[in-house]
């Protein structure tokens, strides 16, 4: 197994600029989640989904949009990128079933480092 | 709102000294609690979890953590570091009572190894 797999590993991008980043993992987990990463800040949680076709907003949800049309993609797309939003963008994903109290593991990507000029 | 707060931010030692990192969270009811690490240039890996049961959980490497429920807290030990544990630490709690997974971290602990 891959794990969880992310795209691109570095992005740079311009103020206004869309663009998506890939999240994908082939463990048939129905949990993932989108972590960004910024210093003396730990790890904040942006979207998350548990299962396909259910999406649901993080702790910091704002610039971001997400979908899940298949249990193993969840992409993360910045519609008008800001420099607010250079940070290392973590995915993340773990079994579970949507009302069961698991509180299992999540296996992290390898993450993606974008720069909002 | 729940939180979890790392008390280190930055810590170093010298090889062979114990380590103690704090991790305390604010959240009433039942919790899972996990302690990730992340090395230099990778992604965040698992180094135990707690459940139920053993308060006490050993990990992977020699780390072990207590979970003490008194105090709402969840400490990170190992009684002799390597140069090799270099690295960010993060505390993180995941509530009961809903239908997710969802991870609450803390603000992480960054440890630096003196050989």
């Known amino acids: 197994n891959a794990g969880v797999t992310q795209t691109p590993k570095f992005q740079v991008l311009k103020t206004g600029q869309s663009m998506t980043l890939q999240c994908a993992q082939d463990?048939?987990?129905?949990?993932m989640s989108w972590y960004r990463q910024d210093p003396g800040m730990g790890l904040r949680l942006i979207h998350y989904?548990?299962?396909?076709?259910?999406?649901d907003q993080g702790e910091v949800p704002n610039g971001y949009n997400v979908s899940r049309s298949t249990t193993e993609d969840f992409p993360l797309r910045l519609l008008s990128a800001a420099p607010s939003q250079t940070s290392v963008y973590f995915c993340?994903?773990?079994?579970?079933?949507?009302?069961?109290?698991?509180?299992?593991?999540?296996?992290f990507g390898p993450g993606t480092r974008l720069t909002v000029l | 709102a729940q939180s979890v707060s790392q008390h280190n931010h930055h810590v170093i030692l010298s090889e062979a000294a114990s380590l103690e990192l704090g991790c305390n969270y604010s959240?009433?009811?039942?919790?899972?609690l996990f302690w990730y690490v992340q090395y230099p240039g990778q992604h965040l890996q698992l180094l135990l979890k707690?459940?139920?049961?053993?308060?006490l959980v050993k990990g992977i490497k020699g780390f072990e953590a207590e979970f003490i429920k008194s105090k709402f807290s969840f400490n990170l030990r190992k009684p002799s570091v390597q140069w090799s544990d270099t690295a960010e630490y993060f505390c993180?709690?995941?509530?009961?009572?809903?239908?997710?997974?969802?991870?609450?971290f803390g603000t992480g602990t960054l440890l630096a190894v003196q050989p």
């Open positions: 707690y459940f139920s049961g053993d308060p």
């Open positions: 993340a994903s773990s079994s579970g079933l949507a009302g069961v109290i698991v509180g299992n593991e999540q296996f």
């Open positions: 989904s548990v299962g396909a076709g259910i999406t």
């Open positions: 463990m048939n987990h129905e949990y």
């Open positions: 959240y009433g009811g039942t919790v899972n």
């Open positions: 993180a709690v995941s509530p009961y009572g809903g239908a997710t997974n969802k991870l609450i």
